[in-house]
């Protein structure tokens, strides 16, 4: 299993930019699909966007589409999230996931890192 650790959450104002990184330990990214997941105060956790080992973006959730960007980096088995004019609904804590080329699940996820955006 592979370990994962986001950073780089925090609180901005509404309008700003985060870019979120997840890093992962023992097992490379390489040929694994990474994800982001995210949830809001009392909401259900929910997906955000996705790139394949190859590096194709498989989806965006509609309330992010244009604003967001997934990329990754296999040298330093690192995945981002550029977060861009980010608005209040967009807090909540976000989660990186990691999926195993064949799989239907998501094997493995970090422990979150908060995102805060003031009105």
């Known amino acids: 299993q592979v370990q994962l650790v986001e950073s780089g959450g925090g609180l901005v104002q509404e309008g700003g930019s985060l870019r979120l990184s997840c890093v992962a330990s023992?097992?490379?990214?390489?040929?694994?699909?990474m994800g982001w997941f995210r949830q809001a105060p009392g909401e259900e956790r929910v997906f955000v966007t996705a790139?394949?080992?190859?590096?194709?973006?498989?989806a965006w959730a509609e309330s992010v589409k244009g604003r967001f960007t997934i990329s990754r980096d296999y040298a330093k088995n690192t995945v981002y999230l550029q977060m861009n004019s980010l608005k209040p609904e967009d807090t909540a804590v976000y989660y990186c996931?990691?999926?195993?080329?064949?799989?239907?699940?998501?094997?493995?996820w970090g422990q979150g890192t908060q995102v805060t955006v003031s009105s």
């Open positions: 996931a990691a999926q195993n080329l064949g799989a239907t699940i998501w094997d493995s």
């Open positions: 023992g097992r490379t990214l390489t040929t694994k699909t």
């Open positions: 790139i394949t080992y190859s590096g194709i973006v498989t």
